[in-house]
């Protein structure tokens, strides 16, 4: 029998019309609008089904939008193939995907994610907007080549790093727009087949968000974690925690550090995990997961 693990998307992966399949077919995903309508005091269900866009991709939306479009494709799979959510023995999310992997996993319930999830969206984008900062995806570079690199683009005073370690050849770097700007274009100029700057509000998993820290550490001291039923892989050091107290500290720290991506799906596979779920909107983790192991079966569960 194959070893299952359920993988969640992070932000970017929003598209308009998300959610409204599931909620047509299954009145479990409607209610989870439905409760995210009066939790958030703003309607979460046209946004997502109807835009527009722009809003959408803000950050103080797409967080809770793809947490609560990404439970509702969880709702479908659990409808439609209960014997598979049955099976899975772990999971991970990417940055903001590892609050839906800690719901799933029952050490937080639905209510609570999405108010800390609501929380460090306006965290993240008031912090993105006290500083002009973004993100680099660099291609076809190794580690050391980047992290050279970020060094000779970080001017005096600067912020630049590596922000994201997502699979072989693909590593997205964050920090000061100036010096997202030179080392995208000084990256090729090096070798890499491309660099493409991303469409998000500021320098995430970086130093720049610590106005954010203080703020997520509040909502996260006041919400109830307990021991999930199945390990949860952290994004800050790809090593899987079932003690909520440590759980609550590593999701603070997300926030500043590094994602180790790369990193999750290596020990997943070390420890005999063949069959991958993505569970929520786009197609991303499963394309970063094929660079990771050629081989490995990940399917989709799209909303």
């Known amino acids: 029998m194959s070893k299952v693990a ?19 077919k299954l009145p479990a995903a409607r209610a989870l609008f439905d409760r995210a309508n009066e939790l958030l005091g703003y309607d979460l269900a046209k946004l ?9 991709n803000s950050t103080v939306y797409s967080q809770p939008a793809l947490f609560v479009g990404a439970l509702a494709g969880l709702e479908l799979l659990k409808d439609e ?13 990417l940055s903001l995907g590892e609050y839906i992997s800690i719901v ?38 190794e580690v050391d080549q980047i992290e050279k690199l970020c060094e000779e683009a ?17 590593i997205v770097v964050s920090g000061d727009q100036a010096a997202c ?5 000084s ?32 909502a996260l001291a006041g919400a109830t974690l307990s021991i999930p039923r199945i390990p949860v892989v952290s994004n800050v050091d790809a090593q899987p925690h079932t003690d909520p107290e440590e759980i609550r500290q590593l999701l603070v720290q997300q926030v500043v550090t590094p994602v180790q991506w790369e990193g999750s799906m290596r020990y997943l596979l070390d420890e005999g995990y063949d069959l991958f779920y993505e ?19 990940c399917e989709g569960v799209e909303v």
């Open 6 to 24: 359920f993988l969640f998307p992070g932000q970017g992966a929003q598209a308009v019309g998300m959610g409204r399949d599931a909620c047509e």
């Open 48 to 56: 997502c089904f109807e835009g527009p866009a722009e809003e959408l």
């Open 81 to 93: 193939s209960p014997e598979v959510v049955e099976q899975c023995q772990a999971t991970a999310g």
């Open 104 to 141: 799933f996993a029952g050490a937080m319930d639905f209510e609570t994610g999405l108010t800390v999830v609501q929380r460090r969206g306006q965290a993240m984008q008031a912090a993105s907007d006290a500083k002009s900062s973004g993100m680099v995806s660099v291609l076809g570079l």
């Open 154 to 170: 970080r001017g005096e005073g600067e912020v630049l790093q590596i922000a994201n370690h997502l699979c072989p050849g693909n």
């Open 181 to 185: 700007d030179r080392i995208a274009e």
């Open 187 to 218: 990256a090729v100029t090096a070798g890499a087949m491309k660099t493409i700057p991303l469409a998000v509000a500021g320098a995430f998993h970086t130093p720049i968000m610590q106005t954010a820290v203080d703020q997520l550490s509040e």
């Open 279 to 297: 569970v929520g909107p786009g197609r991303v983790l499963r394309g970063l997961l094929k660079r990771i192991n050629r081989k490995t079966k």
